[in-house]
């Protein structure tokens, strides 16, 4: 029986990370301020006040209603697309007085790395019962993980397999990866027993040289702050030339020709191909995320054997009914009437993942 999990954002809210929406709050509240005269957060700063007039530094940000992260990104890659501008904001970079809209997009993707990359509090239980208890029932090696998420919890949970726990189990990530050929690096490609982890919106643990086009793999550690604090320490491990994160946020217009980025999708759908069973972990399926859809019904509408039977975990505690319902229909009238949908959460299912199994292959 193979299995795909797919971890949402629900997943790493279940381990005390931000969400989505409190992404913003929660830099301008607690990392900004420490900061403020950094090139980064001055422009922020124009930013939020031009467009959104908000105030990041005097404003009471316990009562400001921030744009969501969709929105941001959106507004701004619909002014690349268009190559048009906004107020001290421009896509051509002819006039100096202005800011670029490809560094401020640069700079919103390092304020979600930053808010995301260790924060206070943060634990990571659930991923770590969830495999401890794969393994025991037998089923980490026909499991693959589908990530949306770039924080690293599972990426560190499944390697401290091989590195601490002497488990012959290598991490995956089916990416080519430039530490595989650099003899001063602890992480070997891939060989034998693998399990495979799919990040296909990128990861704060990778590092892109958009010069050689080599992929860097920080191994624990969120790479892509190195970006951020010491930019020296970003460099590419095959050429030395400074990278560049690969981290896709959730927009209508997301970009996804890099080309590891497309290897990992496509191994994604093969996974999705041969699975017997789909788990979705805190996940909402948004509206915006018109390009995992897509994946899902090119891979429900070819399928060689039966079709996939579908589970959904992604309740918690102070989710309504009527949003639940709002969920499970949107789920079922995209996905089709078969789909399980538990009124349960990613806790739930990490305490007892065999238990679930078996009753969805019945
Ligand atoms: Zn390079």
Known sequence: MKICIFLGAGASAAENLPIQNELFSNYFKYILPNDKDSKMNKELRIFFKDTFDID????????VKFPTFEEVIGILDMAE?????????????????????????????????????????????????????????????DTTFISVNYDIHIDNNLSKLYDTYKIPLMLDYGVDLANFYH????????????????KIHGSLNWLY???????????????????????????????GERTIPIIVPPTYFKNMSNVHLSNVWIKAEKALRQADLLIFCGYSFPDADI??????????????????????????????????????????RFLGKKVIFTRLSFQDFAQD??????????
């Open 56 to 63: 990041v530094l005097e404003d009471n940000l316990d009562k």
């Open 353 to 362: 993942p065999m238990g679930f199994i078996t009753k969805a292959s019945k």
């Open 209 to 239: 040289c958009p010069i050689c086009s080599s992929l860097t793999l920080t191994p624990y550690e969120g790479g892509v702050m190195r970006i951020l604090n010491n930019i020296d320490e970003a460099r590419c491990l095959n050429c």
């Open 81 to 141: 697309q268009r190559r048009e501008s906004f107020k001290n904001f421009g896509t051509e970079t002819y006039d100096n007085k202005n800011g670029s809209i490809n560094i401020l997009r640069q700079y919103l993707i390092l304020l979600t790395a930053n808010s995301i990359n260790n924060p206070p509090k943060s634990s990571h239980k659930y991923h770590e019962l969830l495999i401890k208890n794969l393994i025991k029932e037998n089923l980490l090696l």
């Open 291 to 332: 390009h995992i859809k897509y994946l899902l019904k090119r891979v429900q509408t070819s399928r060689e054997k039966y079709s996939l039977k579908i589970m959904v975990f992604n309740n918690h505690e102070n989710k309504t009914i009527s949003a639940l319902k709002k969920e499970e229909d949107r789920y079922k």
């Open 183 to 198: 003899k001063n690096t602890s992480w070997k490609k891939p060989e034998g027993d693998c399990i495979k982890l799919y």
